[in-house]
Protein backbone atom coordinates (compact mmCIF):
# COMPACT_ATOMS: atom_id res chain seq x y z
CA UNK A 1 0.00 0.00 0.00
CA UNK A 2 3.09 2.58 0.15
CA UNK A 3 2.30 3.65 -3.44
CA UNK A 4 -1.27 4.22 -2.61
CA UNK A 5 -3.55 7.12 -3.59
CA UNK A 6 -4.14 10.10 -0.45
CA UNK A 7 -7.58 10.88 -1.28
CA UNK A 8 -9.36 13.73 1.10
CA UNK A 9 -12.98 13.95 0.31
CA UNK A 10 -14.96 16.60 1.84
CA UNK A 11 -19.07 15.88 2.90
CA UNK A 12 -17.92 12.68 3.44
CA UNK A 13 -20.71 11.48 6.09
CA UNK A 14 -23.29 10.29 3.62
CA UNK A 15 -24.50 10.55 0.93
CA UNK A 16 -22.60 10.70 -3.22
CA UNK A 17 -19.28 11.62 -0.33
CA UNK A 18 -19.61 8.20 1.64
CA UNK A 19 -20.40 6.16 -1.32
CA UNK A 20 -16.87 7.59 -3.20
CA UNK A 21 -15.14 6.81 -0.09
CA UNK A 22 -16.17 3.57 -0.09
CA UNK A 23 -15.13 3.23 -3.86
CA UNK A 24 -11.54 4.33 -3.21
CA UNK A 25 -11.51 2.01 0.08
CA UNK A 26 -11.75 -1.02 -2.88
CA UNK A 27 -9.51 0.76 -5.19
CA UNK A 28 -6.60 0.58 -1.98
CA UNK A 29 -6.25 4.42 -1.46
CA UNK A 30 -5.62 5.82 1.70
CA UNK A 31 -8.19 8.04 2.96
CA UNK A 32 -9.18 11.70 4.69
CA UNK A 33 -12.51 12.01 5.33
CA UNK A 34 -14.38 15.15 6.29
CA UNK A 35 -17.60 16.61 7.44
CA UNK A 36 -19.22 18.30 10.45
CA UNK A 37 -21.46 15.33 10.48
CA UNK A 38 -20.72 13.07 12.40
CA UNK A 39 -18.15 10.22 10.64
CA UNK A 40 -18.51 6.91 12.32
CA UNK A 41 -20.16 4.99 10.03
CA UNK A 42 -17.92 6.18 6.91
CA UNK A 43 -15.35 5.22 8.96
CA UNK A 44 -16.24 1.80 9.61
CA UNK A 45 -17.29 0.85 5.72
CA UNK A 46 -13.67 1.89 4.93
CA UNK A 47 -12.50 0.90 7.46
CA UNK A 48 -13.51 -2.89 6.56
CA UNK A 49 -12.32 -2.79 3.26
CA UNK A 50 -8.30 -2.36 4.41
CA UNK A 51 -8.09 1.16 4.16
CA UNK A 52 -5.96 3.64 6.22
CA UNK A 53 -8.42 6.77 7.60
CA UNK A 54 -7.97 9.74 9.24
CA UNK A 55 -11.11 11.57 10.36
CA UNK A 56 -11.24 15.80 10.48
CA UNK A 57 -14.23 17.13 11.54
CA UNK A 58 -14.40 20.09 9.24
CA UNK A 59 -16.82 23.02 8.76
CA UNK A 60 -15.05 23.88 5.18
CA UNK A 61 -16.59 27.64 5.22
CA UNK A 62 -14.12 28.42 7.92
CA UNK A 63 -10.77 29.21 6.87
CA UNK A 64 -8.71 27.64 9.51
CA UNK A 65 -10.57 24.60 9.87
CA UNK A 66 -9.49 23.94 6.13
CA UNK A 67 -6.12 24.76 7.13
CA UNK A 68 -5.62 22.07 10.11
CA UNK A 69 -7.65 19.61 7.37
CA UNK A 70 -5.02 19.99 4.61
CA UNK A 71 -2.23 20.14 7.41
CA UNK A 72 -3.27 17.19 9.60
CA UNK A 73 -3.82 15.10 6.04
CA UNK A 74 -0.22 16.13 5.09
CA UNK A 75 1.20 15.60 8.22
CA UNK A 76 -0.49 11.78 8.08
CA UNK A 77 0.22 10.89 5.15
CA UNK A 78 3.07 12.95 3.24
CA UNK A 79 0.83 13.70 0.50
CA UNK A 80 -2.17 14.49 -0.69
CA UNK A 81 -3.21 13.00 -4.26
CA UNK A 82 -6.90 13.60 -4.48
CA UNK A 83 -9.02 16.37 -3.30
CA UNK A 84 -12.89 15.72 -3.76
CA UNK A 85 -14.41 18.61 -2.92
CA UNK A 86 -17.87 17.33 -2.41
CA UNK A 87 -19.78 19.08 0.46
CA UNK A 88 -22.79 20.85 -0.14
CA UNK A 89 -25.93 22.13 0.62
CA UNK A 90 -27.91 20.24 -1.68
CA UNK A 91 -31.70 20.76 -2.91
CA UNK A 92 -33.29 17.74 -2.76
CA UNK A 93 -37.02 19.04 -4.46
CA UNK A 94 -37.36 15.48 -6.21
CA UNK A 95 -37.40 13.96 -3.19
CA UNK A 96 -40.27 15.91 -2.37
CA UNK A 97 -38.90 18.59 0.14
CA UNK A 98 -40.59 21.72 0.29
CA UNK A 99 -38.77 24.15 -2.49
CA UNK A 100 -36.41 26.83 -1.33
CA UNK A 101 -37.91 30.22 -1.62
CA UNK A 102 -37.78 32.63 -4.54
CA UNK A 103 -34.77 35.23 -4.60
CA UNK A 104 -37.44 38.03 -3.91
CA UNK A 105 -38.36 36.24 -0.52
CA UNK A 106 -34.86 34.81 -0.16
CA UNK A 107 -33.11 35.73 3.54
CA UNK A 108 -29.14 37.34 2.41
CA UNK A 109 -27.95 34.89 5.66
CA UNK A 110 -29.82 31.52 3.62
CA UNK A 111 -27.71 32.59 0.36
CA UNK A 112 -24.72 33.27 2.24
CA UNK A 113 -24.77 30.07 3.27
CA UNK A 114 -25.51 27.74 0.37
CA UNK A 115 -22.51 30.30 -1.55
CA UNK A 116 -20.07 30.17 0.94
CA UNK A 117 -20.58 26.49 1.54
CA UNK A 118 -20.68 24.80 -1.85
CA UNK A 119 -18.08 27.68 -3.76
CA UNK A 120 -16.44 28.68 -0.83
CA UNK A 121 -15.54 25.69 0.36
CA UNK A 122 -14.14 24.77 -3.05
CA UNK A 123 -12.54 27.91 -3.24
CA UNK A 124 -11.15 27.59 0.70
CA UNK A 125 -9.96 23.69 -0.22
CA UNK A 126 -8.39 24.10 -3.30
CA UNK A 127 -6.37 27.28 -2.02
CA UNK A 128 -5.32 25.30 1.11
CA UNK A 129 -4.39 21.75 -0.70
CA UNK A 130 -2.35 23.22 -3.66
CA UNK A 131 0.98 24.10 -1.91
CA UNK A 132 0.71 20.54 -0.98
CA UNK A 133 0.23 19.37 -4.61
CA UNK A 134 2.33 21.99 -5.81
CA UNK A 135 5.34 20.66 -3.91
CA UNK A 136 4.41 17.26 -4.82
CA UNK A 137 4.15 18.44 -8.70
CA UNK A 138 1.12 16.12 -9.53
CA UNK A 139 -2.34 16.05 -7.99
CA UNK A 140 -6.26 15.83 -8.79
CA UNK A 141 -9.01 18.19 -8.00
CA UNK A 142 -12.93 17.02 -8.62
CA UNK A 143 -14.94 19.52 -8.04
CA UNK A 144 -18.99 18.80 -8.30
CA UNK A 145 -20.26 21.16 -10.60
CA UNK A 146 -23.03 21.68 -13.33
CA UNK A 147 -22.22 24.22 -15.30
CA UNK A 148 -25.00 23.69 -17.38
CA UNK A 149 -27.64 23.65 -14.59
CA UNK A 150 -30.66 25.08 -16.32
CA UNK A 151 -32.57 28.16 -14.69
CA UNK A 152 -36.58 26.36 -15.06
CA UNK A 153 -37.02 24.96 -11.20
CA UNK A 154 -38.16 27.77 -8.89
CA UNK A 155 -36.48 27.90 -5.77
CA UNK A 156 -33.04 26.25 -7.21
CA UNK A 157 -31.17 29.92 -8.04
CA UNK A 158 -28.77 30.03 -4.97
CA UNK A 159 -27.66 26.23 -5.43
CA UNK A 160 -27.49 26.64 -9.30
CA UNK A 161 -25.34 29.64 -9.26
CA UNK A 162 -23.33 27.98 -6.62
CA UNK A 163 -22.72 25.06 -9.31
CA UNK A 164 -22.27 26.99 -12.67
CA UNK A 165 -19.79 29.04 -10.91
CA UNK A 166 -17.95 26.35 -9.73
CA UNK A 167 -17.71 25.15 -13.02
CA UNK A 168 -16.32 28.35 -14.00
CA UNK A 169 -13.69 28.19 -10.73
CA UNK A 170 -12.13 24.56 -12.01
CA UNK A 171 -11.65 26.10 -15.48
CA UNK A 172 -9.68 29.17 -14.49
CA UNK A 173 -7.91 26.67 -11.56
CA UNK A 174 -6.88 24.23 -14.17
CA UNK A 175 -4.99 26.90 -16.28
CA UNK A 176 -3.03 28.28 -12.81
CA UNK A 177 -1.74 24.61 -12.17
CA UNK A 178 -1.35 23.07 -15.13
CA UNK A 179 2.71 24.00 -14.90
CA UNK A 180 2.48 21.90 -12.01
CA UNK A 181 1.09 18.68 -13.73
CA UNK A 182 -2.02 19.30 -11.60
CA UNK A 183 -5.72 18.16 -13.18
CA UNK A 184 -8.65 19.79 -12.03
CA UNK A 185 -11.87 18.82 -13.30
CA UNK A 186 -15.65 19.19 -12.78
CA UNK A 187 -17.71 16.55 -11.53
CA UNK A 188 -21.43 15.59 -12.13
CA UNK A 189 -23.69 12.43 -11.78
CA UNK A 190 -25.53 13.30 -14.61
CA UNK A 191 -28.86 12.15 -13.06
CA UNK A 192 -30.75 13.35 -9.62
CA UNK A 193 -29.08 10.92 -6.89
CA UNK A 194 -31.70 9.45 -4.04
CA UNK A 195 -28.61 9.18 -1.33
CA UNK A 196 -29.56 6.72 2.00
CA UNK A 197 -31.48 9.73 3.71
CA UNK A 198 -34.35 10.24 0.86
CA UNK A 199 -37.37 8.68 1.79
CA UNK A 200 -38.39 5.34 0.39
CA UNK A 201 -40.55 6.24 -1.74
CA UNK A 202 -37.94 8.66 -3.59
CA UNK A 203 -35.38 5.69 -3.46
CA UNK A 204 -37.84 3.54 -5.36
CA UNK A 205 -38.53 5.71 -8.64
CA UNK A 206 -35.18 7.71 -8.74
CA UNK A 207 -31.58 7.00 -9.34
CA UNK A 208 -29.70 5.75 -6.16
CA UNK A 209 -26.22 6.63 -5.14
CA UNK A 210 -25.01 2.99 -6.38
CA UNK A 211 -25.52 4.29 -10.04
CA UNK A 212 -22.23 6.62 -9.33
CA UNK A 213 -20.51 3.66 -9.11
CA UNK A 214 -16.61 3.62 -9.29
CA UNK A 215 -16.60 7.10 -11.61
CA UNK A 216 -14.39 9.17 -9.25
CA UNK A 217 -11.90 6.69 -9.09
CA UNK A 218 -11.59 6.88 -12.91
CA UNK A 219 -12.27 10.35 -12.69
CA UNK A 220 -9.26 10.51 -10.57
CA UNK A 221 -6.78 8.82 -13.02
CA UNK A 222 -7.80 11.31 -16.23
CA UNK A 223 -4.91 12.60 -17.98
CA UNK A 224 -3.98 16.36 -18.05
CA UNK A 225 -5.15 16.85 -21.46
CA UNK A 226 -8.70 16.42 -19.40
CA UNK A 227 -7.58 19.29 -16.85
CA UNK A 228 -10.34 21.97 -16.89
CA UNK A 229 -12.95 19.71 -18.49
CA UNK A 230 -16.78 18.67 -16.74
CA UNK A 231 -17.13 15.29 -16.72
CA UNK A 232 -20.11 13.31 -15.60
CA UNK A 233 -21.15 9.58 -14.61
CA UNK A 234 -21.99 7.49 -17.63
CA UNK A 235 -23.85 3.88 -17.42
CA UNK A 236 -22.77 1.20 -15.46
CA UNK A 237 -20.72 3.70 -13.30
CA UNK A 238 -18.05 4.67 -15.87
CA UNK A 239 -17.10 8.33 -16.37
CA UNK A 240 -17.58 10.40 -19.67
CA UNK A 241 -16.37 14.24 -20.75
CA UNK A 242 -19.59 16.67 -21.57
CA UNK A 243 -18.91 17.61 -24.82
Not at 186 to 206: D, K, L
Amino acid sequence: MADSQVVLITGAAKGIGRHVARTFADDGAKLVVADMEPLDTVVREVAERGAEVLTVGTDVRDEDAVRSLMDDAAARFGRIDVLINNAAIVTHFQWGTPRWPRIRDMDKSFWDRVIETNLGGTFLCTKYVLPVMETQRSGHIINLSNPGGRGDSIGACAYGVSKTAIGTFTRFVAEEERDFNICVVGMTPGNPIATEEAPEEARRRMTTVDYVGRSFVLAAKVGMDLSGRQLRTSSEGGVEVVP
